[in-house]
C-alpha cells in the first residue's frame, strides 16, 4: 500500500486541488490511503477538509508543528509500505503513484524513486520541466517506510531546508532512483516558503552546524 501525505498550513485557496489530484490517481484504491495534515490552519482549511473525510483520513493538530513535525505525524499514521509526500500548493499527475510503486515493487534493490516536476504558475500552467536529479524538492519522492525510520525521520528542529537535512541523512544509506517523466506539479506563488529569505538563511545555517563535521 501507498501512503500519501498531504501536509497543510493555511493553504484554503489551494488544498483542494492538492486532495483532487489524490483522489484520481490510477493506482487502485485499494492499493492507496491518503492522510491529510492540517498543521493547526487559522483559515478556512478545517471546513473544506471537513467535506473530504469521507475519503480522506483528516487530522486537525490542536498545536503547529512546523512542516517536519506534521510530515513525522503522518509517516507515523501511515499505514503503507511506501509513503509519499505532496505539499498543499501542488499537486500531481494521475500516474505518479502507480509508476512509481511499479517501480519500487519490480526492483528490491531501488530505496527510493523521484519524478521529475513542472513548475506550474498560480493557474497551473506549466512554466518549466525540470529535473529532479539537478534540483532536487521535497515531495514527489516515494520512500519505502520503514528507511525513513531508519534514519530518524525528519528533525523537527528545522523550519526551513528540512528536506535537504533529511536527505543528507538518507543518502548516507540509501540511494533514489529519478524517472525522467515530469509527474508532480510544483506550485510558484507569493507565499512559497522558499522566498521567505530569512528563514532559509536560518536553515542554512543549520545545515552547516549539523553536517560540517
Excluded at 5 to 15: C, D, L, S
Excluded at 59 to 73: D, T
Excluded at 77 to 97: C, N, P, S, T
Aim: with cysteine; proline share 2%.
Amino acid at each position: 500500500m501507498v501512503s500519501l501525505i498531504i501536509t497543510t498550513y493555511n493553504y484554503a485557496q489551494y488544498v483542494e486541488r492538492a486532495i483532487r489530484s489524490a483522489l484520481e490517481q490510477s493506482l487502485p484504491q485499494n492499493q492507496l490511503e491518503i492522510l491529510v495534515i492540517n498543521d493547526c490552519s487559522t483559515d478556512r482549511t478545517p471546513d473544506i477538509l471537513a467535506n473530504y473525510e469521507d475519503e480522506v483520513r483528516v487530522y486537525n493538530l490542536e498545536e503547529n508543528l512546523g512542516l517536519s513535525g506534521a510530515r513525522n505525524f503522518g509517516i507515523k499514521k501511515a499505514r503503507g509500505q511506501f509513503v509519499v509526500f505532496l505539499d498543499a500548493d501542488d499537486y500531481i499527475h494521475r500516474d505518479l503513484l502507480k509508476t512509481q510503486k511499479l517501480f519500487l515493487d519490480e526492483n528490491n534493490a531501488l530505496d527510493a524513486v523521484s519524478t521529475d516536476y513542472y513548475l506550474v504558475d498560480e493557474r497551473g500552467q506549466h512554466i518549466k520541466h525540470v529535473s529532479s536529479e539537478e534540483e532536487p524538492i521535497a515531495c514527489g519522492i516515494m520512500f519505502r517506510k520503514d528507511f525513513l525510520f531508519n534514519i530518524g525521520l525528519y528533525d523537527e528542529s528545522f523550519r526551513s531546508r528540512e528536506e535537504e537535512d533529511l536527505r543528507i541523512r538518507w543518502v548516507e544509506q540509501y540511494g533514489i532512483y529519478n524517472l525522467i517523466l515530469p509527474l508532480y506539479r510544483y506550485r510558484m506563488h507569493d507565499h512559497n516558503l522558499t522566498k521567505n529569505t530569512a528563514a532559509m538563511d536560518e536553515g542554512s545555517e543549520m545545515l552547516q552546524k549539523k553536517h560540517s563535521k
